[in-house]
């Protein structure tokens, strides 16, 4: 017989005044503990029931809250113990440099009535075809206007003077020996910082090859690493030579 039933049909006791069930305390505790004791037979010796729930979680007591459902994502790291230091987790490493390529932007240049095997000085561009010469710049390297910009846009910069010596001692100043145009984007390539500096041996060895060797003057004189460095060799152009 079901427990729930048998309890009630041990502790139910006809009234005097009616049919109404009395639960009498003493017989009340029999019952239990009768209940209790079959209970515990029938899982000692048969084990839970195929399905059978388990026992559900406990109301959390006066003054006590409810601890909230583990994450499913994994654990935060431990705090280093005292006295440790911790291994700094090193960034991604730099991309392959890529010698200069023929750029891709002489229809654009053409487009805008700029000659790109002849060009001018900026400051000899007007208005309008100075601000789409500046839309080049922005493509090649990946950036936005207030890469050389403040929000006054006559305003001097660093970066706007590196761009004007770029143009002027670069893109104007150098050609590629294999022929097509060197501009911005033949050795940005859409990124603004492309020069691997982790070992200046090898960049040094990359720079010979790449703007020595595959390179030559505009203006037709001999073409080495003072050509850009200067005499004595500066290696920091932009914070020293272009300053």
Known sequence: MPFAPLVRALVRVRSKGGE???????????????????????????????????????????????????????????????????????????????????????????????????????????????????????????????????KDFRAPTANKKIATHMWNDFTRGLALDGGGLLYCDSCHGGRAQFLDRTDLRALGAWMQESYVDKMRRADKKDHGCETCHGDPFEGKILTKLWK
């Open 20 to 150: 109404a069930p009395v639960v009498r305390s003493g017989v009340l505790a029999g019952a239990v503990a009768a209940a209790a004791l079959a209970a515990s037979v029938t899982t000692t010796a048969c084990g839970p029931g195929e399905g059978a729930p388990g026992p559900g979680p406990r109301a959390p007591g006066p003054g006590e809250t409810t601890a909230p459902p583990p994450s499913a994502s994994a654990p935060e790291p431990l705090p280093p113990a005292s006295g440790t230091t911790m291994t700094p987790v090193p960034g991604p490493p730099p991309e392959p440099m890529k010698p200069a390529q023929p750029s891709a932007m002489a229809d654009k240049l053409r487009e805008i009535g700029v000659d790109p095997t002849a060009l001018p000085p900026l400051n000899k561009l007007d208005a309008k075809t100075l601000r789409d010469v500046m839309n080049t710049f922005t493509k090649a390297l990946g950036v936005k206007c207030s890469h050389c910009h403040e």
